[in-house]
């Protein structure tokens, strides 16, 4: 059974720091291509960053430069430090795993619950 459990959101101020993290059990965790999304109220579910298990990464625009995603295969499990916040990274921000065989699209994968982002102005 997969599951993929986040924490680390919060409410914080604008210019402020949160790290987020995902903890994955019951998939083969180094064969999964792992990224955090986002949900605001009102919008679609977005890319936020992206990495595989060779640490490769891909990033919305909105968020280069002040988001960093990392993992921790040993641990199974992903980091989104997360920088210069500003109210429009305002969201639910979701884990999602994704077999490498199965491709890159994420509804083909798995979810976590969602945490909760708030930057207030």
């Known amino acids: 059974q997969v599951q993929l459990v986040e924490s680390g959101g919060g409410l914080v101020q604008a210019g402020g720091s949160l790290r987020l993290s995902c903890a994955a059990s019951?998939?083969?965790?180094?064969?999964?291509?792992m990224g955090w999304y986002r949900q605001a109220p009102g919008k679609e579910r977005e890319l936020v960053a992206r990495?595989?298990?060779?640490?490769?990464?891909d990033y919305a625009d909105s968020v280069k430069g002040r988001f960093t995603i990392s993992r921790d295969n040993g641990k199974s499990t992903i980091y989104l430090q997360m920088n210069s916040l500003k109210p429009e990274d305002t969201a639910e921000y979701y884990c999602?795993?994704?077999?490498?065989?199965?491709?890159?699209?994420?509804?083909?994968?798995?979810w976590g619950q969602g945490t909760q982002v708030t930057v207030s102005s």
């Open positions: 999602n795993a994704v077999h490498l065989r199965v491709g890159h699209d994420p509804n083909l994968g798995s």
């Open positions: 019951g998939i083969i965790f180094s064969m999964h291509l």
């Open positions: 990495i595989t298990p060779g640490a490769s990464t």
